[in-house]
């Protein structure tokens, strides 16, 4: 059976809609091509799968009201009391431009706060998520908890100017060095650098190169300088045991006796 092309269709409906020798037949033969027309258009403008985003061109037949003839809602903030809203999603890579923000923050996480000068990101419970393997140049979190030096590889807690690979407190307060050696500070006598929680002014300090002290209720009692000797009731030990006191016996020697002891 022969076919017949749409454009021939439609030069023949055309030819025979404008025929002025046929009147009747030409009204008919119109009103069914309109309808053909009407038929063909409206099976090509299917609708979209999805509502438009922002920038996307519009198909010139959707109308109010069709499936997924719209615009996807922006989503946006504000900070402050001039608070926006809106619905949405970002579905592609977000970017926060401008000029400085003084005094707001973003929160990435569960809405836990209702003042206006917090941005909620997500309505996840997790606060942040970090795949792949970041690297950061430096970070400092609030202030001087916790510092990395990405220039020396030093990190620090409690100081923004760390000495060693790990340093607590102030430079000098508590490190580890790269050879993993635990360093303390010098100390004094009534503030012992290894000392203990309840009894913070007596334990084991150095008063110089070479020099090892103990202390007990804030006070130096042994010292052994850079020779080995040791004293007692003196900084400078004239032997290799040092006795000088001002109150009681020098040296009690027990002979395991109680008769039987040297004093000096």
């Given at each position: 059976m022969p076919q017949l092309s749409f454009e021939k269709f439609k030069n023949f409906l055309l030819n025979r809609t404008f025929n002025p020798k046929s009147v009747g037949s030409s009204i008919i033969?119109?009103?069914?091509?309109?309808?053909?027309?009407?038929?063909?258009?409206?099976?090509f403008a299917?609708?979209?799968?999805?509502?438009?985003?922002?920038?996307?061109?519009?198909?010139?037949?959707?109308?109010?009201g069709d499936t997924n003839c719209t615009v996807i809602t922006p989503a946006y903030f504000a900070?402050?009391?001039?608070?926006?809203?809106?619905?949405?999603?970002f579905t592609t890579?977000?970017?926060?431009?401008?000029?400085?923000?003084?005094?707001?923050?973003?929160?990435?996480?569960?809405?836990?706060?209702?003042?206006?000068?917090?941005?909620?990101?997500?309505g996840?419970?997790?606060?942040?998520?970090i795949t792949s393997s970041p690297t950061f140049a430096g970070l400092t979190?609030?202030?001087?908890?916790?510092?990395?030096?990405?220039?020396?590889?030093?990190v620090g807690i409690g100081t923004t100017s760390p000495s060693y690979l790990l340093s607590v407190g102030s430079s000098s307060q508590f490190g580890v060095d790269s050879s993993g050696f635990a360093l303390l500070p010098q100390g004094l006598a009534g503030t012992p650098s290894l000392t203990f929680a309840s009894d913070t002014n007596t334990g084991l300090?150095?008063?110089?190169?070479?020099?090892?002290?103990?202390?007990?209720?804030?006070?130096?009692?042994?010292?052994?300088?850079?020779?080995?000797?040791?004293?007692?009731g003196t900084t400078e030990p004239g032997a290799k045991l040092d006795v000088d006191g001002t109150t009681g016996n020098g040296i009690l020697i027990d002979m395991n006796s109680d008769n039987n002891h040297l004093v000096f």
């Open positions: 033969t119109g009103l069914v091509a309109a309808g053909i027309f009407s038929f063909v258009l409206y099976t299917t609708p979209p799968s999805s509502p438009y985003s922002l920038g996307e061109t519009l198909n010139p037949t959707c109308a109010p900070f402050g009391s001039n608070n926006f809203s809106g619905t949405g999603s890579t977000a970017s926060i431009s401008g000029g400085a923000i003084t005094g707001t923050s973003f929160i990435i996480g569960a809405n836990t706060l209702t003042t206006a000068e917090w941005a909620y990101l997500d996840q419970d997790q606060a942040i998520k979190i609030d202030t001087n908890t916790l510092y990395i030096d990405s220039t020396n590889n030093f300090w150095s008063s110089g190169a070479d020099i090892l002290n103990l202390s007990t209720g804030g006070s130096e009692r042994v010292r052994i300088n850079s020779n080995g000797s040791v004293g007692s």
